[in-house]
């Protein structure tokens, strides 16, 4: 099921004990504030409890649905790419290196939960508050005031994703940079291979290794077992993919070379550790 819709902007708030669309996808943007409630969103697969303050970025690729706990009371902001393309005059400089639906594709922020300071969690539902009101009243499509109050959505987004190593734009130094990098191509072994990853970087890769260790205090291939293996933990624990899926997913030959993988770094073999997980 995909979702359309024609209108630039679209604000929609509403509260409710049983979530009333089946799993979906959308043509258009979607950002999404939690008022109040818990239960658990599951976007690609992955499964993120939700409670209140808890903001999510959903892109045309996406596929998600809510199991509802508590009664939820959601704000969907809902744009396509004119929006930000008919509005690209107001856009401050911050979002001049990355545009928000870049931001919204960005791969990392949906294996993650944003998370925000005290400062970030009162000045986001300030701002959705705002939104939401002036959405009651005039028409927010073509409002430079709610242009702003989504920008500065975004800004937040910026802030919060920096303190968790996810790279948005082209100003933050290499170190970030190399994480950024890892993140987005974790299901791509060929590009995080050492030789292709040191040639994108400009590194010799006879020194790459070296150079990482002594940035990160870790070698390259501890880290990057070990963010592969909490995201196949996560898929595990979701119970939304075989395994099958997921050694695709990641670039394993088969559904065994995971197994194999899994059971040799963690000790445990998926099925033993998704009962545990369970316990």
Known sequence: MKKSQFHPLVIETYETTTYPLPKHSHTYYELIYIFKGNGCHYLNQIAIPYKSGDLFLISPDDEHIFDIQKSTKFCFIKFNDSYFSTNKQLSPDL???????????????????????????????????????????????????????????FGIIKEASAKLNVRLDDGIPV????????????????????????????????????????????????YLNDYKLKLIEKRIQSGQMTMKQISYEFGFTDESHLTNYFKKNRKVSPSDFKMQAAE
Do not use: C, G
């Open 95 to 153: 979002l001049v290196n990355t545009s928000p639906t870049e931001i919204m594709k960005n791969h990392a922020l949906k294996e993650i939960k944003l998370i925000f300071s005290d400062t970030h969690k009162k000045i986001l539902r300030n701002t959705v508050e705002n939104i939401n009101d002036y959405n009651n009243t005039y028409d927010v499509s073509n409002s430079p005031i709610v242009f702003f109050q989504i920008l500065t959505i």
């Open 175 to 222: 170190k970030e940079d190399l994480l950024s990098y890892i993140h987005q191509y974790i299901y791509e072994p060929e590009k995080i291979r050492i030789q292709h990853i040191a040639r994108h970087f400009n590194i010799a890769h006879n020194y790459f290794s070296s150079y990482f260790k002594r940035n990160f205090e870790v070698s390259y291939r501890a």
